[in-house]
Structure formats: structure tokens, C-alpha cells
């Protein structure tokens, strides 16, 4: 079993940044790519940003490109979502996941084996 915890959430301006982290602890040789997924109220969770296990491939949503950034430390088991240039629609509720897809960079909620419980990211206008 790999855990999950999030940390790094809070309420900021519209236009600041935050680095959210997620420290993983247990069977972390067991953990591939590792993403951020992110879920408002009343919409679904979607897609923010995935990471290989060796940091060589990323993925961005559309949505967050150019704004937000994820990064690793495997020596630390920690994943980072740096996110500058913060909106209102980015607020929800963000959370970290782990993957066993080695071969790939999952960007679909249902290939990641390993979930956090997440922490809030409110935006004010």
C-alpha cells in the first residue's frame, strides 16, 4: 500500500501562487507516474497534471498550462504542483494521485491506484 498526503492548500487572491505537496509513505517502489486531479463543487474531478517517474515526461491540462507546473523528488517521495497566476476557477478541492502504469504518463483518473485526501485551494476575485 502506498499513502498520500497533501498538504499546501489555503485561500489566496486572484493572481497569487501556491506549491502544493504530496508526500508519499509505504510501497512507494511500487509507484510509477504521479498526477494532480482537482474537483469543484458540482463538477466532476478532472485531469491537472501528471509526471513520469523519472520527471522526463509531463503533462498539462489546457486549462493550467503555462500557470502551473508539477516536479518530483523521489529521494523525498514528494510530488509538487507549483501554481502561479492563480484564477477563481481554479478553486477545488486537489488531489494527489499515484500510478503502478509504468510505461506511461496516466492522465485519466482511473489508472492511478493511489489516492490522497486531498486539500482545498479556494480563489478569491
Known amino acids: 500500500q502506498v499513502q498520500l498526503v497533501e498538504s499546501g492548500g489555503g485561500l489566496v487572491q486572484a493572481g497569487d501562487s501556491l506549491r502544493l505537496s504530496c508526500a508519499a509513505s509505504?510501497?512507494?517502489?511500487?509507484?510509477?507516474?504521479m498526477g494532480w486531479f482537482r474537483q469543484a463543487p458540482g463538477k466532476e474531478r478532472e485531469f491537472v497534471a501528471a509526471?513520469?517517474?523519472?520527471?522526463?515526461?509531463?503533462n498539462h491540462a489546457d486549462s493550467v498550462n503555462g500557470r502551473f507546473t508539477i516536479s518530483r523528488d523521489n529521494v523525498k517521495n514528494t510530488v509538487y504542483l507549483q501554481m502561479n497566476n492563480l484564477k477563481p476557477e481554479d478553486t477545488a478541492v486537489y488531489y494527489c494521485?499515484?500510478?503502478?502504469?509504468?510505461?506511461?504518463?496516466?492522465?485519466?483518473?482511473?489508472?492511478?491506484?493511489?489516492w490522497g485526501q486531498g486539500t482545498q485551494v479556494t480563489v478569491s476575485s
Open positions: 494521485a499515484a500510478s503502478r502504469m509504468f510505461w506511461k504518463v496516466p492522465m485519466s483518473s482511473g489508472e492511478y491506484d493511489y
Open positions: 509505504g510501497r512507494t517502489f511500487s509507484t510509477g507516474p
Open positions: 509526471i513520469s517517474q523519472n520527471s522526463g515526461i509531463t
